[in-house]
């Protein structure tokens, strides 16, 4: 079973590679990226809104499943909504033309809570709340979602998706998101002290830690398919404020001084749920996460603080 990762060098793929490669061996796990990054081969140099490159990959390696990770995220879709809307379903019509013609068995999507609006209920949002984003990410998510279901329900192509909250990681930062805070005040502690955030202090968001976002998409893809009675799932693992998750890093580090200077990312951030309710994933596949905040942050501490000594351990 030969399985294709794109966008592998972003935040998700570069860890992502690793567990599918330590699960299902090394050389079944083909990375691709637009760029080269630093992940051992097998590697391609792969374009997915160019529809042929993909189809020359899938058919070179006889790919049978694919993690479709390659996307633009929500502050960045925001600067440019027309790009962010070429890239995310272009491509992903893309993937899903090349598996039905190819034979891929499965497809794994990464949805979003973007896919909600400001007018569902947003604590606790259920898994069936209506889908009006105001974001083009948003837009291009339920789009996601939605060319998910036809591909199933049309050619029987294996669709599978989650509505991933703000995902937190201490290997590749991540670039253009709302959340992307919650990764950075980590970053910046470790290494000066001080943080200024993007969002106000009380701004509450569903977050979730690495090792719960690789696991969930491995187990989601792994689970029997009479089991599911959605495609795409919302799930979640912890919620907290940027003022929450300093006050948790200042029992490791406490002279950290957060400064607050909300900017064009507060209005996306207020449109998204706090909370999210994921106990269709609980009962339909035996989704649990495993990190709440305070492990989560002494997690992420160690990991810095590590890479952090041995740094300084090296001599230049
Ligand atoms: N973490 C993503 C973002 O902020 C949400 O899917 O864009």
Redesign the pocket.
């Known amino acids: 079973m030969s399985i294709l990762v794109t966008g592998a060098t972003g935040q998700i793929g570069s860890e992502l590679v690793g567990a599918l490669r330590q699960r299902y061996g090394a050389d079944q796990v083909i990375a691709s990226a637009r760029r080269p990054g630093n992940l051992p081969a097998p590697f391609e140099l792969l374009d997915v809104t160019d529809r042929s490159t993909v189809e020359k990959v899938v058919s070179q390696y006889k790919i049978r499943v694919i993690y479709h990770l390659a996307a633009v995220?929500?502050?960045t879709g925001e600067q440019d909504p027309q790009r962010a809307w070429n890239v995310n379903v272009g491509s992903l019509l893309n993937v899903l033309e090349v598996a039905r013609n190819q034979g891929v068995h499965q497809v794994f999507f990464p949805s979003?809570?973007?896919v909600f609006g400001p007018n569902v209920p947003r604590d606790r949002t259920p898994q069936e709340a209506c889908l009006n984003p105001t974001t083009m990410?948003g837009v291009t998510k339920v789009t996601g979602e939605l060319l998910c279901d036809y591909y199933t329900r049309k050619y029987g192509v294996d669709v599978r998706g989650l509505r991933?909250p703000?995902?937190i990681s201490s290997e590749t930062p991540?670039g253009g998101?709302?959340?992307?805070y919650a990764v950075e005040i980590f970053y910046a502690a470790v290494e000066k002290g001080t943080y200024t955030c993007f969002l106000r202090e009380d701004t509450r968001l569903p977050m979730m830690y690495m090792p719960d976002c690789l696991r969930a998409a491995i187990e989601l893809l792994e689970a029997p398919n009479s089991r599911l009675r959605y495609r795409v799932y919302n799930i979640t693992a912890m919620s907290f404020t940027p003022g929450e998750i300093a006050a948790e890093i200042r029992k490791h580090i406490p002279g950290l001084r957060v400064e607050y200077k909300p900017d064009f990312r507060q209005a996306i951030a207020d449109s998204w749920p706090r909370s999210i309710d994921d106990s269709p994933g609980r009962d339909d596949w035996g989704w649990k996460a495993e990190y709440n905040l305070p492990q989560m942050v002494e997690d992420m501490l160690a990991r810095l603080r590590g890479r952090q000594a041995k740094l300084l351990s090296t001599p230049s």
């Not at 998101?177 to 992307?180: F, P, Q, V």
Request: aromatic share 14%.
């Open positions: 995220l929500s502050a979003s809570i973007a990410y991933y703000g995902i991540p998101g709302t959340t992307d």
